[in-house]
């Protein structure tokens, strides 16, 4: 099957929201092994999006939309399917009813509330559990539309509850994908290792995929059910354990600070960061992490020397002899932070960002970072490339990688 994705929404055309809707379904339609070619992003515009919907279906069996299922007039969605496939508007109750008990207590219930209730007659209804629009789907003459809404905080769970499992049974195969994520090592690296295994495999099919200063693999399957379907994606898993463990860190939807604070808290341990450049993304990410409060303590931006001396204890004479971007001070940020804070664990982050405050001898990009685990310090130099940006979020991804390696050292 192969399915086409549109974006509605005037604000998502003009740039003034992320379209972060759309790579969370692909992501989902790649796990279930269905081919999407296409992805648009159209306005609120009746015309426009009639012509989008239209061109989409002429060469995708499944068109997904995000977006447009709200009380106003600009909210067309449900209506240009419904006019696309001949199929009238009407009243779900369930979903009024759920609505009526949402606004209960209010002194005026506005008439536009029900639009929010109203779906395509004969339409397949996908509960919201996390808000008030219904999402749905139409299937007709071997074509199906299926309609979402755009806030990621309800998309997200109604695809994950609902939509996928109502797409798994149109499939005339079963389709399995496994991801293994990794950190530490580049894409083209990590292909090269695996390279004859990616070639020689058809099923399952191996891919590699860069992202956000990792990587991952993609594994994918194809047999009659899901058993069958994992019996040949285990051993391929198996052997890219063997070449390349040390850099995976999880798999499916694990993330890399995930990674790292469920195994600070299975160690009964405590973490506290001291960022410099990375301006509080170390403890950002970590802090991601639901359970995070039983491990993370605090987080300190110290950007000037003044704070680093004053917070941290680092000291004047390392701060005058070697200066705020250097080994000695990344060092003594650590340390300082986790003794400050009393933790375990202190990571630190020191370097020059840019676009400006570069020399020859400390140029652009040169940031070091520290991990102190129970007093024992490892500091690591890192030669960034790229944007301001780019420069902070990957330091702030390596100091969290080389904890990870720190903390898997412990086991040895």
């Known amino acids: 099957m192969k399915a086409e994705i549109i974006a509605v929404g005037t604000e998502i055309l003009l740039g003034d929201i992320l379209n972060s809707n759309a790579r969370f379904i692909a992501q989902e339609l790649a796990r279930l092994g269905i081919t999407c070619h296409y992805q648009t992003v159209v306005g609120d515009n009746y015309g426009r999006l009639l012509d989008t919907v239209t061109l989409a279906f002429s060469r995708a069996d499944i068109v997904i939309t995000s977006g447009g299922l709200g009380p106003t007039d600009d909210d067309i969605t449900k209506e240009v399917m419904a006019d696309y496939f001949g199929r009238k508007l009407e009243l779900h109750e369930p979903t009024w009813e759920k609505i009526l008990k949402y606004l209960e207590g209010r002194d005026y219930i506005a008439e536009s509330n029900k639009k929010q209730a109203v779906i395509p007659e004969g339409a397949v209804v996908f509960e919201n559990n996390n808000g008030l629009a219904a999402g749905c789907a139409i299937e007709q003459n071997g074509k199906t539309a299926v309609i979402l809404p755009g806030p990621p905080n309800e998309i997200i769970p109604m695809f994950k509850e609902s939509v996928r499992p109502y797409l798994e049974k149109k499939q005339e195969v079963t389709i399995i994908s496994h991801e293994l994520h990794l950190s530490g090592i580049g894409e083209s690296a ?36 899901s058993e069958e379907c994992n019996a040949v994606i285990k051993p391929v898993i198996d052997e890219i354990y063997s070449r390349l463990g040390r850099y995976i860190y999880g798999n ?106 570069g020399t020859k001898e400390k140029p652009v990009g040169l940031v070091y970072i520290g991990v102190a685990i129970n007093g024992r310090v490892i500091v690591k130099k890192l030669l960034n490339k790229g944007s301001r940006e780019r420069i902070r979020t990957a330091s702030a991804a390596a100091v969290l990688e080389l904890l990870r390696q720190e903390l898997k050292k412990l086991e040895d």
């Open 190 to 225: 990590a292909a090269e290792a695996v390279e004859e295994l990616m070639q020689k495999s058809t099923n399952p099919t191996i891919a590699p995929y860069a992202k956000n200063n990792e990587m991952l693999f993609r594994i994918t399957a194809r047999g009659k059910d």
């Open 252 to 357: 499916e939807e694990e993330t890399l600070e995930s990674a790292v604070m469920k195994d600070i808290i299975s160690r009964n341990m405590t973490v506290a960061t001291a960022e410099s450049c990375t301006g509080g993304m170390v403890a950002a990410r970590l802090i991601n992490y639901p359970g995070a409060s039983q491990a993370f303590i605090n987080g300190m931006v110290t950007y000037t020397d003044e704070s680093k001396h004053r917070l941290l204890g680092v000291s004047n004479d390392t701060l005058e002899k070697y200066g705020a971007v250097s080994p000695q001070t990344a060092e003594e940020m650590c340390l300082g932070v986790a003794k400050a804070s009393g933790t375990d664990i202190g990571l630190s982050t020191t370097g020059i960002a840019g676009p400006g405050g």
